[in-house]
């Protein structure tokens, strides 16, 4: 069954599926290569949001990684097509709301190191928040060369260079707060949440100017924390880096370049990264706009937003132990600046299934509650640790404290107090590592 709702944009045609509408590849923005994204704030005839958007350029567009253990975790079965316009948001909500709704929203950033990923694998697909009265948002938005590429000639042109990706991300959280109350979202209350790559957007995201008045809490799974972001440099400290795609390409100037078949660049690309060395230069730097400054600064001057945070990692995370004590240094400098409390997680349950262990991102199918994409034979024990964590994330999303009177009490990280919540092996426990 359709449903259109009508927002300041004009109206949008999305589906309802057992109760939970769904909107899916939504134009928040429009860009050019290697220039800033245009917010969308009309459409010109109703939009049909009923497929999943392009994702961006990037490895598997080009590579079969059929091979790899994530390709099966989550992305098996799934089709993806790939484009520079890729500016795409899906949103998942209630049937049974209206403007005056006014429920809390979670704007989801897709990880993947800053060269991979997409809003539609498998692990988000239909989060269910919607069931706990919390509106999901989940964004595709530039990576890799196409997201944070930076050239001498495009600062000339805009003022800066570099860190398009985020600027993407800004532009969908504007538009989460320029229309979810027509799909019966608060615009007063979103909350960003990532992942990785994603979780270190989210880092960057809440000291940027350019996010004032647009987030009030945030989640950092597994890639956030005090050094994450600590010394990023100038985004001109790669101009001489990217220019090497002049003379691998034969463009002449800024616009050729600009020009060239999307395709054979990002092969070019592989290949001059591979050859030279370049290692992964697609990351954010301070561009001088988007990012001012380093986190240091950020610090130093009182730039970081003073807003409730939960942030965690998995027990065989990608370097666990140093992730883990950046989450934990992240939670004690709230405290020390007098900033708002932090939540710390561990999750350490063993998937089942196979022997992996608790891996990077395992913790994602929880979080989501989206056991029914996966092929993972999860245990009843599994159903009670991923209904408490979703209850203790959408809490955290209405009012900013993960808890309630359900379940076991969430405790903020701090000096006094060194403990994590534990996600474990069917309980939930406050412990120290």
Not at 108 to 124: K, P, R, V
Request: proline content about 4%; some cysteine.
């Amino acid at each position: 069954m359709y449903k259109i709702i009508n927002s300041p944009c004009g109206p949008i045609k999305g589906i309802n599926d057992n109760g939970i509408l769904c909107f899916k590849g939504i134009r928040y923005a429009t860009a050019k290569r290697w220039a800033y994204p245009e917010l969308i704030t009309k459409f010109d005839e109703e939009y049909n949001a009923l497929e999943y958007g392009h994702c961006c350029y990037q490895n598997k567009a080009f590579n079969d990684e059929s091979g790899r253990f994530y390709f099966k975790e989550f992305n098996e079965g799934v089709k993806y097509s790939f484009s520079e316009d890729c500016l795409f948001l899906n949103i998942f909500c209630k049937d049974n709301l209206n403007e005056d709704s006014n429920l809390p929203v979670i704007v989801y950033i897709h990880g993947g190191s800053f060269i991979n990923g997409s809003s539609n694998e498998l692990e988000f697909d239909y989060p269910t928040w919607p069931k706990e009265d919390v509106i999901a948002v989940t964004i595709n938005y530039r990576i890799g060369l196409l997201g944070f590429g930076c050239f001498k000639e495009a600062e000339d042109e805009a003022g800066h260079t570099g860190n398009y990706g985020l600027a993407d991300q800004i532009a969908a959280i504007t538009w989460v707060k320029n229309n979810i109350k027509a799909f019966g979202g608060d615009p007063n209350n979103i909350t960003i949440m990532g992942q990785s790559a994603g979780a270190m957007s989210v880092q960057a995201l809440v000291y940027s100017p350019k996010t004032e008045g647009l987030i009030s809490k945030a989640v950092m799974v597994s890639g956030g924390g005090n050094n994450i972001l600590m010394k990023l440099a100038p985004s001109s400290k790669k101009f001489d880096k990217f220019a090497k795609l002049y003379e691998a390409t034969g463009c002449k100037t800024f616009e050729e370049l600009r020009n060239f078949d999307v395709e054979e660049l990002h092969k070019i690309y592989y290949k001059l990264q591979k050859e030279e060395k370049l290692g992964l230069i697609t990351t954010p730097y301070v561009d001088g706009e988007i990012l001012v400054e380093n986190q240091y600064e950020a610090i130093k001057r009182g730039h970081l937003k003073n807003i409730p945070y939960m942030i965690g990692t998995t027990s065989e995370d990608m370097m666990s132990g140093i992730l883990y004590d950046m989450a934990s240094d992240w939670c004690l400098l709230q405290e020390k600046h007098n900033l708002q409390p932090s939540y710390l997680w561990m999750f350490d349950r063993y998937l089942p299934g196979d022997d992996s262990g608790s891996w990077h991102a395992a913790d994602l199918w929880y979080w989501f509650g989206t056991f029914n994409k996966c092929w993972r034979p999860f245990e009843e024990k599994d159903h009670m640790l991923k209904d408490a964590m979703i209850k203790y994330l959408t809490n955290f999303a209405r009012n900013g404290n993960p808890n309630d009177d359900t379940l076991p009490k969430w405790e903020p990280h701090t000096k006094k107090n060194k403990k994590a919540i534990f996600f474990g092996e069917g309980d939930v426990r406050m412990d120290k590592v």
